[in-house]
């Protein structure tokens, strides 16, 4: 019975919508280098740009400073778990 109840809730995780599994939320204003590293789809260069130019008001703020951050990798970085001024992306 165990084994069972075990592999329906690794079935249930699989079969969520992408992004509905619980990311932790990493603050772009707040967080250490290392934090938005953690993120999936943000790397070095992205998180310097990002260390570089906050505060940022919002996602369209930060849309307009950070060079290659659009509508299409703002909403994967915000599935991810990244938040600016402690919201997620909107569409």
Not at 36 to 43: F, I, K, Y
Not at 45 to 56: K, N, V, Y
Request: net charge positive.
């Amino acid at each position: 019975m165990r084994r069972r109840s075990g592999l329906t809730a690794l079935l249930a995780l699989l079969t969520l919508p992408a992004g509905a599994q619980d990311a932790p939320e990493v603050e772009v204003n707040t967080a250490s280098r290392a934090q938005l590293e953690a993120v999936p789809g943000l790397g070095p260069a992205l998180a310097q740009r990002l260390l570089d130019g906050r505060p940022f008001s919002g996602w369209p703020d930060l849309m307009q400073r950070v060079r290659g951050i659009r509508a299409a990798s703002a909403r994967r970085l915000s599935q991810a778990g990244l938040r600016v001024a402690g919201q997620a992306w909107a569409d």
